[in-house]
C-alpha cells in the first residue's frame, strides 16, 4: 500500500501502470477508465464470462458460475468480479483482448480529468461552517402558577430571550395552535425551530422535548429533466441519503419553452406544478424511507432550478419568459411553505428557492457557481452545467457573465431511444473493438444494462466515430461493424450495444441515428454556447485558467471522449474538473450555512447575463458545431489525425 | 324647530315635554322611551288600532285600516304610525290610557342615560385619523424592453419606492403568481395593497389599474352569543354596511367553559372553529351583499373577541384556559390569513385579531376601551360590557383593572324562551299597566312581535316587579294579572308578553319564570362582578366618575329599568353612557387606524387583571345578588319605595 492508503495496479501485456487505486476498485471498471481493453458484453455482471484475467496480489473475488474450473484452477479470475485490496499485477490473455494486443499498445488516452471525492467537494468553498439559517434550540421553562400565569407564547419567548439569546422573536401563528399541550408534554422541555429572516428571528416550529439532535433538511436539484434529493444532517453535517427521478413534466414537454407553452393552456401552469411536486414527493419519501428519518423532524428545504422551473414549482406564471424581451416575473422569490405547494411535509418547513439572474440563467447555475466555489475564485474560470438546459458562467471571485442554451435532454438519457439517468444497471462506459466493432459495456453497480445514460451516449459515439463506424455526419457506415450495425424495422441504421441474453429487459440495447442526431444537437449547443460567451467577454478557451464542468450525466464523464464528440475542444485534461451535480452542491451550502445563502444572493445580484435567443453569433457557432467533432478541425487536433484514416 | 335641529313634543294630559327629538322620530317609541303609557298591544305595527291619540302640529303618517273613519275624521291618529317632523302637541284620549291617568300622572322615570348618536361615537377618541395599517396605492410603471429586462417583482419594488415613498417592501409570495398579467393588463398601471408590518411594508395583493376607490375592511365583533359585523369604506372613512348572527358555536354550549370542554373532544375543536366561520361567512356575505361590494375589495378584516372566542376563531387550543392557574396560549396572535381560516375571501386578506390581556379578559374588552375612548379619559371611569361574558374595566388613561365573568346569554336573548337577538321584531320595549297587568310593547323596526331581546327582557322583569306581579325572589304572584299570568303545559308559570294573533310566528309570545331566573344570574353576575372589580382597587360605585355601558342588547336599555331589576345601583343618569357595542367600535377605529392599533396594544400590555374564579368575594356577592334588585336595598331606595307597597 502508498502511503495514500491507495495501491498500484500494472497490466500487461504492455506494463501499463496505474497509481492511486483506491481498496475495494473494482478491475474492470478501473480497466476501462484507463483505457485498458478488456472484452465485456454483459456490463460487469459476470454473466458473459469474458473478462478472464490473471491477477496476482491482494484481492478478493474473480468467481463466477461463467468462469470455467479449468480456468480458476489456472489462476484466472473474471476482472468484473474482481476487488483491489493491494498492489496487483494483471496479465490480460490473448482471449480476453480486444482482437489483438493492438488496444494495449496504441497510444494511452489523455487522462480523465480531475474528478472530485465527496470530501473534495466540501473543500471547493472556503470560509463556511454549519450554521443554517434554520436551527433547533431546545429550552425549559418555568411551569406557570396563580403569580405568574402569563400565556403560553409570551413564557416560550421570554424563555428564548433568557436562554437562547433570540430576542423579539416572530412566531409563525400554526406553532401556536397546539402549543399548550406540546409545552406541558415533557414537563416545559421544549425544542424552537427558528429561523432566521430578513426580518429577525422566526420561530416557526416547537416540539416537546430535546429534538435538537433530529434536525434534518432536504436539497433537491430541480432539472428540467431530472430531479435529485440529498437528506442533510444539519446536526453532523452530513449526507445521510440521496435519490433521483426524471422530472414528472417531461411527459408536457422535453425542454423549458415547450413546458412554458404547455403551462398557457387552461390548467397547464397547475398540471406542471402538480407533475414537479408529485416527483419531489417521490424522492423525498425514498430518502426519509433509506435514511429512516422523520418527515417532522427536517426544518426545511432548499432548491436549486433554473428559471423556468422555479417559476414552474412555485406555480409562478411563466409566461413572459419566452417572449422578448424576456422577462420572469420574479428572481428573488421567498421561502414558500412547503405544503402549500402540495407537498406532504409538517407546515412548519420553507422551501427556499434560490435566487435566478435573468429567464435563462437561473437558480442551478448561482447555486452551482456557490457549489463550485467559482465565486471564491482568483482564477478566471469556466463553469458549465451540461443539462437539459446547458449553462455555462465564465469570470471569478470579481466578475461572473452567465448564458444558457436549450441543449436538450441527451446528456441526461431523454430523447435516447434506450436512454435512463445515470442509476444502477445504465450503461455508463463503453469500448468498441476497432476491427470488429464488437461493443464492450460497464455499468453503474455491475448490474445488469437497463439502458444507457448520458456518458455511455457519449462514449460510444466517441468510440463509434474513432473506430470508423460512424461518420462526422452522424450517419453510420454501412458494413463497418458487421452484426453491430444492422438497420431496424423502421429502416434505420441501429448499432447493438448489449445484446437481449445479457440485459434486465431481454430485449437488445441499441444506439440509433435520431439518438446520435439528439447528442450532436445536444453537444452542439453547449460548444457554441460556450464559445459565444467567452467571444462575448473578449476571451477565447485559451484565456480560462480552470473548467468546471457539472452534470447529470455522472461522474464519469471522460475528458477524451468529450472532446472526441466535440463538446468541449481538446485541452489539457488537468484544466477540467468535475463537480458532479453542481447545482445541488450549492443547494447543500446554503442549507448548510446561512452566510451561504447570503452569498448566492450576493452572486445572483453581481451575475450578468448574456442573452443567446435572437444571437446571430451563437447561431452560427451552432451550425457550425453540428458535426462531429466540429466543421472547424482546429481545436481538435488528435482526433484529426484519427479521422483522417477513415477519409 | 329649535336650532339644533330638534323638536319639542309635549304630550297631555300630564303637560309632559320632551326636548330634542330628532325628525321623523316615531311618536310611540317616544313616548315609551320617555315613561308616556300609551296602549299598544302588537307591538307598533298598527295592527290592534289601540294607541290612537290626537295630534297637532306637523307629522306624518298616523293611518291604518285599524283607525275607524270616524276617529280620523275626529283628528285622532295612531302614535305608532306617526313620526314628527315639527313642534308637537299630543293628547291620550282616556281610552289610549293605561288603565286612568295613573301612569301620566306618576313621577317621572329617571332619564334614560345618555345614548350617543353615531356622530357622537366618532366622537369618543380624539386624534385619530383614517390611516389604515393596510393600504392601497396605484402606479404607473415603464414598461420592460431589451436594455431594461428586469423581473416583473424588482420592477414593481422600485415602482413602489420611486411613485410612493414605499422601500424595502416584502411581497407576499401569492402577489407574486398573477404578477406578470397583472402588470399587463392595464398597461403596466397597477394598485398594491401594502400593510405596515411590525417589520416593515409588505405588499400583499396587486391588481390591474387604478382600484384605489375601492377599498374595504370588515370588522367583527365575536361574542359568545352573537356575532356583528361592518363592512367598512377606508376610502370615506365610512359605515357601508352591518349585520348579525347567532354564533353558530352556541349549539356546542352556551358559555366559553362549555365551549372549551365541548373542544376537548375528538374532533370538537374543528366542529367550533368551523361554526364561528359559518357565522362570519354568513355575516359577511351580507354586508357585501348589501352594499354590492366585491369581496376582493376587502382589503383587511379585524375581529374582537374574548380570549376564548379567539382561540377558537384561530383553531388554537384553549384547554388551559379554564383550568388553574388560567393560562391562554397566547394573547397577543399574529394576522392570519383569512382563507386559511375557511373564510371564503381573497387569499391577500389578514385577520387581525386584538390582543388579549389573560383567560378571562379578552380582546372584546380591549377593544370596548379603545372604543369607548377610555384608554385616553383623565376621569376615573367605570366600563362595563354586558353580554354573555360580562366584562368590567375601571380607570383612566393612566391604570386600567379589568374582570370578567361569566353573566350567561340572557341578555342577547339567549337562554329565553322566546329570546332573540336585538333586530327587526324583537320587541325591545315593555309596559305593563299596573292594575289589569295588561301588557304594552314596541319592536325593533314596528314589525310583527318576532321574540323578545336583551332590552326587552330587562324592561319586562322591571315593569312586573314594579306592577307587583313578579316577586323579588322572581316567582310570578297568582292571580296578580289576571289573563296574562298563566300556567303552562309544564305547570309553570309564564306571563303572556303578546297574543298570537299580533304576532309574527302566529303563537303567543310569553315570559317564564327559568327566563327570568336566568336574568337574574345574569344580572347577578354583572352586578357581583363590578362590585368585586371596584373593590378590589379600594373604591365604590361613588368614586367612579363616569359609566360606559356597552352591550348586544341594544342601546335602547333605560337606566332605571336596569336598575330596577338591579344590574346597576339607582344613580344619576347623566353618569351613564351607552355606547352600544363597544367591541365593534374599537374593531372599526383599528380598522381604519394604525395608530390605533397600536394603541390596542399598548392597552392589552398595561391592563390589569382581576380574576373571579375561586375569588371569595365575588361568590359572596354573586349570592346576594341572585335577588331583585338585591338583598342589600341600600343602592335600591326608589324601587325599596316602590316595592314596599306590595310587602
Redesign the interface.
Known amino acids: 500500500m502508498s502511503e495514500t492508503g491507495t495501491y498500484t495496479v500494472t497490466f500487461q501485456p504492455g506494463d501499463i501502470v496505474c497509481e492511486g487505486v483506491p481498496h475495494g476498485a473494482n478491475l474492470l471498471r478501473l480497466a476501462l477508465m484507463e483505457g485498458v481493453h478488456i472484452n465485456a458484453s454483459c456490463g460487469g455482471t459476470g454473466a458473459c464470462g469474458k473478462c478472464k484475467v490473471a491477477v496476482k496480489g491482494d484481492f478478493s473475488g474473480g468467481k463466477s458460475a461463467k468462469l470455467p474450473r479449468d480456468d480458476f484452477d489456472a489462476g484466472l479470475r473474471l476482472a468484473c468480479r474482481v476487488n483491489v485490496l493491494g498492489d496487483l499485477t494483471v496479465t490480460i490473455p490473448e482471449e480476453s483482448r480486444m482482437g489483438d494486443s493492438a488496444a494495449l499498445t496504441h497510444e494511452r488516452r489523455p487522462g480523465p480529468g480531475r474528478a472530485l471525492t465527496p470530501q473534495d467537494l466540501e473543500k471547493l468553498v472556503a470560509g463556511w461552517s454549519v450554521d443554517p439559517i434554520v436551527k433547533k434550540y431546545t429550552l425549559t421553562l418555568e411551569p ?3 403569580a405568574n ?6 413564557r416560550l419567548r421570554l424563555g428564548l430571550k433568557s436562554q437562547c439569546g433570540i430576542e423579539a422573536a ?4 400554526h406553532a ?6 406540546v409545552l ?1 408534554q415533557e414537563d416545559w422541555r421544549v425544542t424552537a425551530t427558528v429561523v432566521e429572516t ?3 428571528p422566526k420561530v416557526i416550529q416547537v416540539a416537546p422535548g430535546d429534538q435538537s439532535a433530529q434536525d434534518y433538511s432536504i436539497v433537491l436539484d430541480i432539472g428540467t429533466t431530472s430531479i435529485y434529493a440529498q437528506l442533510l444532517d444539519l446536526a453532523s453535517g452530513e449526507t445521510v441519503a440521496q435519490a433521483s427521478e426524471y422530472n414528472g413534466q417531461i411527459s408536457y414537454g422535453d425542454d423549458v419553452i415547450s413546458r412554458i407553452v404547455y403551462s398557457q393552456r387552461k390548467g397547464g401552469r397547475k398540471a406542471l406544478q402538480q407533475a414537479v411536486v408529485g416527483t419531489i414527493t417521490q424522492v423525498v419519501e425514498q430518502v426519509l424511507k433509506k435514511a429512516g428519518v422523520d418527515r417532522c423532524q427536517i426544518s426545511h428545504m432548499v432548491a436549486a432550478g433554473n428559471t423556468t422551473m422555479t417559476h414552474l414549482l ?4 411563466p ?2 419568459i419566452r417572449i ?11 421561502p ?1 411553505r412547503a405544503d402549500s405547494l402540495g407537498l406532504d411535509v409538517c407546515g412548519h418547513i420553507h422551501m427556499y428557492t434560490f435566487p ?1 439572474v ?2 435563462y440563467v437561473g437558480g442551478d447555475i448561482v447555486s452551482g457557481v456557490i457549489g463550485s466555489g467559482v465565486f471564491q475564485t482568483d482564477k478566471v474560470t469556466l463553469y458549465v452545467d451540461i443539462g437539459t438546459n446547458g449553462e455555462a458562467v465564465v469570470g471569478n471571485r470579481e466578475w461572473l457573465v452567465a448564458t444558457s442554451c436549450s441543449a436538450g435532454p441527451a446528456f441526461e438519457g431523454g430523447g435516447i431511444k434506450h436512454g435512463m439517468r445515470a442509476t444502477r444497471g445504465a450503461i455508463e462506459a463503453v469500448q468498441v473493438e476497432p476491427r470488429t466493432g464488437e461493443p464492450h459495456i460497464l455499468t453503474i453497480g455491475g448490474k445488469k444494462p437497463v439502458g444507457i445514460c448520458g456518458s455511455g451516449i457519449i462514449d460510444a459515439v466517441a468510440e463509434l466515430l474513432e473506430a470508423g463506424i460512424l461518420g462526422q455526419n452522424g450517419e453510420f457506415k454501412e458494413g463497418a461493424a458487421g452484426e453491430w450495425l444492422r438497420k431496424n424495422e423502421d429502416d434505420q441504421w441501429e448499432y447493438v450495444l448489449v445484446r437481449g441474453e445479457y440485459t434486465a429487459g431481454g430485449g437488445d440495447i441499441v444506439v440509433t441515428e435520431p439518438d446520435i442526431d439528439n447528442l450532436m444537437r445536444a453537444k452542439g449547443a453547449i460548444f457554441a454556447g460556450v464559445n459565444t460567451l467567452l467571444d462575448s467577454v473578449g476571451m477565447d478557451m485559451d484565456a480560462v485558467e480552470q473548467i468546471y464542468v457539472a452534470g447529470g450525466f455522472g461522474k464519469y464523464l471522460q475528458i477524451d471522449r468529450a472532446a472526441a464528440i466535440g463538446l468541449f475542444p481538446e485541452m489539457d485534461p488537468d484544466r477540467f474538473t468535475f463537480v458532479g451535480n453542481g447545482s445541488l452542491l450549492g443547494a447543500r451550502l446554503v442549507s448548510f450555512s446561512k452566510d451561504m445563502l447570503k452569498s448566492a444572493e450576493e452572486v445572483a445580484r453581481m451575475m450578468t447575463n448574456i442573452e443567446l435567443s435572437d444571437n446571430q453569433r451563437f447561431m452560427d457557432e451552432y451550425m457550425a458545431a453540428l458535426f462531429f467533432p466540429h466543421t472547424e478541425m482546429k481545436y481538435f487536433p488528435r482526433m484529426e489525425q484519427i479521422l483522417s484514416k477513415f477519409s
Chains 1, 2 share one sequence.
Not at 176 to 181: I, N
Not at 314 to 317: G, H, I, Q, W
Open positions: 406557570p402558577d396563580a400565569n402569563i400565556d403560553d407564547l409570551s416572530s412566531v409563525d401563528f401556536v395552535r397546539e402549543l399548550p399541550d406541558r430578513s426580518r429577525g412555485l406555480d409562478v406564471n409566461k413572459y422578448a424581451p424576456y422577462v420572469p416575473a420574479a428572481t428573488f422569490m421567498p414558500v435566478c435573468s429567464s
